[in-house]
């Protein structure tokens, strides 16, 4: 089945301690990204990637980092968390640019 | 800036009932349009899209057109069902902004038997 997988569906973690949250697809797309979504606001991309190496930041991509290393992974990275990153994340990806975004479930994270 | 504007929620509505969730954009270029929907506990998946004016995207029931005199992409349902009941997000995607998708902020749907 054409998937989108996001782990850990919950988290909870404490003020500077380093999380992943992983995401992989099994689409063989080039395009992956990922959003966060907050009441009121939407979703709002923080990072995204056209290709294996290539990542770029979105719109929030202040304590964040992403890596590219294998076409189907694309990790979200929190060096040092903080209460303001509390949340609900979710990866997406599509075969190209502009394409129709497949998205995982969401990782809710809390962070106190 | 690029951006979407949705009517805000919670929309209740009852069974049978007619559905509009007004959305308008505002972008520089000319952007392709969409609405998501997210049920309860999941992701977004998409419901229907329009890539030119005058386009009309239909899935399930809904229904949207691409107006671009009135930069708007209203959905609208005939009939909503009690299953209908979710977050409705409209987007905008720009070509020359490497295919962004630019999020309304939803609206939440609930329909009652």
């Known amino acids: 089945e054409a998937q989108v997988t996001q782990n850990p569906r919950y988290l909870i973690t404490v003020t500077g301690k380093k999380l992943t949250v992983t995401c992989s697809q099994n689409m063989n797309h080039e395009y992956m990204s990922w959003y966060r979504q907050d009441p009121g606001l939407g979703l709002r991309q923080i990072y995204y990637s056209m290709n294996v190496e290539v990542t770029d930041k979105g719109d929030v991509p202040e304590g964040y980092k992403v890596s590219r290393k294998e076409k189907r992974n694309f990790p979200l990275i929190l060096e040092s968390p903080s209460p303001n990153q509390t949340s609900l994340y979710f990866c997406a990806s599509s075969l190209l640019q502009g394409g129709v975004l497949h998205f995982g479930n969401g990782t809710r994270l809390t962070v106190t | 800036g690029d951006s979407v504007t949705q009517m805000e929620g919670p929309v209740t509505l009852s069974e049978e009932a007619f559905l509009t969730i007004n959305c308008t954009y505002t972008?520089?270029?000319?952007?392709?349009l969409f609405w998501y929907v997210q049920y309860p506990g999941e992701g977004l998946q998409l419901l229907l899209k329009?890539?030119?004016?005058?386009d009309k995207g239909s899935n399930k029931g809904f229904e949207a057109t691409y107006r671009k005199e009135t930069t708007s992409f209203h959905l609208e349902k005939g009939s909503v069902q009690v299953s209908d009941s979710a977050v409705y997000f409209c987007a905008l995607s720009l070509y020359n902004q490497g295919g962004k998708l630019i999020f309304g902020q939803g609206t939440e749907l609930s329909v009652k038997p």
């Open positions: 972008a520089t270029g000319y952007p392709s």
């Open positions: 329009a890539t030119k004016a005058d």
